[in-house]
């Protein structure tokens, strides 16, 4: 079973900024954070990953608590095209799988 | 940008046939991955590849899945005898080590 919680919907609207909570209390210290999204039914696309520290690349940040028990993902200027399943994943120490939950489906609207 | 690309991205099979779904990871990966997804539901793991071995796979990737690694660039997936369950999307996905994988496009199997 997927280790995190995520809420199953969230509106933003279009140019502001889109903040996806995630929580995962029971993370060890040890295992990554990871975040995916799919488009559709297209192939799950990464984002981001992080163990402890704040992360940014071109696409997202994500902010992770410093007791690591919550974090949040943060796209700073949505687009229309960022409409889509966001997935916060949280990988299993000593395992190269991926365990998806159903998500937050992200709507932004114009 | 390098990319996992897989083929065909559409395949109808007729009950009991056998499928081989193919893959070409990206080229400094070493490990490799096959997930499948039923029409609205989760995206599942079915198996791990590291070293021309399975390093790990899920309940669902019973004897009737095979994976190959045939030519060091392919990767495929095969189905020895489909069910009508097995219709879903096929990702294959690589991934570096301590990076997180990328997913190719999909392959939507439909078994009549």
């Known amino acids: 079973d997927a280790k995190t919680t995520q809420p199953p919907s969230m509106d933003c609207a279009e140019g502001r900024a889109a903040n996806l909570p995630c929580n995962h209390s029971t993370i060890s210290g040890n295992e990554y954070v990871y975040w995916y999204r799919q488009i559709h039914s297209q192939g799950p696309q990464y984002i981001i990953h992080g163990l402890k520290n704040n992360e940014t690349n071109e696409m997202a940040s994500l902010i992770i608590t410093e007791d690591r028990k919550s974090s949040t993902l943060i796209l700073p200027h949505a687009t229309l095209r960022d409409t889509a399943v966001y997935y916060c994943i949280v990988r299993v120490y000593n395992t190269d799988k991926l365990i998806f939950g159903t998500g937050t489906r992200l709507q932004v609207f114009p | ?112």
């Open chain 2, 1 to 112: 940008e390098p990319e996992v690309t897989q083929t065909p991205s559409h395949q109808v099979t007729q009950m009991g046939q056998e499928v081989i779904l193919r893959c070409v990871p990206i080229s400094n990966h070493l490990y490799f991955y096959w997930y499948r997804q039923i029409l609205g539901q989760k995206v599942e793991f079915l198996v791990s590849f590291y070293n021309n071995e399975i390093s790990e796979k899920s309940e669902i990737f019973d004897d009737q899945f095979s994976v190959e690694r045939p030519d060091g660039s392919n990767f495929t997936l095969k189905i020895r005898s489909t069910k009508l369950e097995d219709s879903a999307m096929y990702f294959c996905a690589s991934s570096e080590l301590a990076q997180g994988a990328f997913f190719g496009q999909g392959t939507r199997l439909t078994v009549v």
